[in-house]
């Protein structure tokens, strides 16, 4: 299968890298393994994009990690997690193909489990439709140039900037509310709950509930963020140190 000279691949690379970035389920097999996940519990496999580069963890000493000592052939498929459940945007697919890549191990930071890192070297990327039926038309299956895919300008996707804001809404509601707290001058057991919306490179958007009722303001960051880490560092200091 060829790219379609008429295709926008910049923003063909955009959609699957989001996709990378924020899938809702993530399928893998593995050459010579029945089962990837045999003896696995979900949170025990954990999946993250590295430049274009699906990155997997898993514990040392699973059938996973030494099917990637030995580079099997894998396949990664990802359906999209983009926007609301329901929305179009998550009438879509990503697959990836590769070898497996072990990167090394590392020691968990929250236990003493040693786990092993393992890349997946691709050789192919595809976007579909999730409801086309599987004789759907080639016109419905698009394969992604790697080197777009793999491009710098992708990683703050808007795949990476939802995910990005989930989490701070979901692991860091102290932090947010002691913003908001000391930003409002409001006492920190007045601020119900926060949320970040709309989070950009440029800017974030703030909405909050106290005892008058619900607010929202945009925060606009001095520069915009470049990568992950700038974001990262520009969030902290405009909102708090704790942030991650």
């Known amino acids: 299968m060829t790219v379609d000279p008429g295709l ?3 923003r063909l690379a955009a959609a699957a890298r989001s996709i990378l970035a924020c899938p809702l389920e993530v399928q893998l097999v593995v050459d010579g ?6 003896g696995l519990d979900d949170s025990l496999l954990e999946m993250q994009d590295h430049g274009g580069r699906p990155v997997l963890s898993c514990p040392a000493d ?3 990690a030494i099917a990637a000592t030995d580079a099997r052939g894998a396949l990664l498929t990802l359906t999209s997690g983009l926007g609301a459940a329901g929305s179009p945007d998550r009438d879509a697919t990503l697959t990836l193909s590769g070898r497996l890549d072990a990167l090394g191990l590392e020691q968990c930071e929250c236990c003493d489990e040693i786990r ?10 595809l976007l579909a439709r999730a409801s086309a ?9 698009v394969r992604v140039p790697l080197a777009a895919f793999t491009s710098a300008e992708h990683d703050l996707n808007r795949g990476f900037l939802q995910r990005s804001a989930e989490h701070a809404n979901h692991c860091h509601q102290d932090e947010l509310r002691r913003a908001v ?3 409002t001058q409001t006492r920190l057991g007045e601020v119900v709950g926060v949320q970040l919306t709309g989070l950009r490179p440029e800017g974030v958007e703030l909405r909050w509930v106290d005892l008058t009722g ?7 960051f001095a520069t915009a963020a470049c990568s ?5 560092e520009l969030l902290r200091t405009e909102l708090h140190a704790g942030l991650c």
């Open 8 to 10: 926008d691949v910049r």
């Open 33 to 38: 393994l029945d089962d990837v996940t045999a």
């Open 62 to 64: 699973s059938a996973l």
């Open 116 to 125: 092993m890192r393992i890349g997946v070297e691709l050789d192919f990327a």
């Open 133 to 141: 039926p599987d004789d759907a038309p080639d016109e419905t299956r």
């Open 181 to 183: 707290a000391s930003m």
């Open 214 to 220: 619900a607010h929202r303001t945009v925060l606009r």
């Open 228 to 232: 992950a880490q700038e974001l990262g």
